[in-house]
């Protein structure tokens, strides 16, 4: 069955303006309504995914969502990182890092966010080689001062953190 997709457009737009204007009880029947309509709506999950995610705090729902919104529409960039601040937030590397490689192959994606995310994830593993190795791939894929401060903070951080792990440094030979 065809849909007409700037019908959907135009309804996902509203949607998108409602979330922004705080009126997320108007989005959430908006969005359903499109998915509703049609199923194959990708965009709408994931709108619909961030609500639950931040609004509502239904990750279970929320992560489907994002699932669907991948499945229907993996050109859709913001579902890589929503999806992967959900999977972030809740300590679950394993499925992230794949989401992370994936993101890095769509046409569009906003890489220094990526890479950031990278970052994020092997710092909060203790990884912090790899955590300083991703924020400086953030810094050079970067244009944007404000963001390249962040991630030479992060870096920073991360240095901080590794340093506190490390035996302390006495001096001399041991027994003196």
């Given at each position: ?58 990750y279970e729902d929320a992560e489907e969502c994002y699932k669907k919104a991948l499945q229907y529409a993996p050109e859709y960039t913001p579902v ?97």
């Amino acid at each position: 069955m065809r849909h007409d997709v700037s019908k959907y457009d135009d309804m996902f737009f509203q949607a998108d303006q409602m979330i922004k204007d705080n009126q997320i009880t108007q989005a959430v029947k908006t969005l359903e309504e499109i998915i509703e309509e049609n199923p194959e709506y990708g965009r709408a999950y994931n709108h619909l995914g961030w609500i639950y995610e931040t609004k509502y705090r239904s990750y279970e729902d929320a992560e489907e969502c994002y699932k669907k919104a991948l499945q229907y529409a993996p050109e859709y960039t913001p579902v890589y990182l929503n999806y992967a601040y959900l999977l972030s937030n809740q300590s679950r590397f394993s499925e992230l890092e794949p989401l992370l490689d994936k993101a890095l192959r769509v046409p569009g994606a906003y890489k220094p966010s990526i890479y950031n995310e990278y970052g994020i994830m092997y710092e909060l593993m203790e990884k912090f080689d790899l955590a300083v190795e991703y924020y400086k791939k953030a810094i050079f894929s970067s244009t944007d001062n404000a963001n390249i401060k962040t991630y030479q903070d992060s870096i920073e951080r991360a240095n901080q953190k590794k340093r506190m792990l490390e035996p302390p440094y006495h001096g001399g030979r041991a027994g003196e």
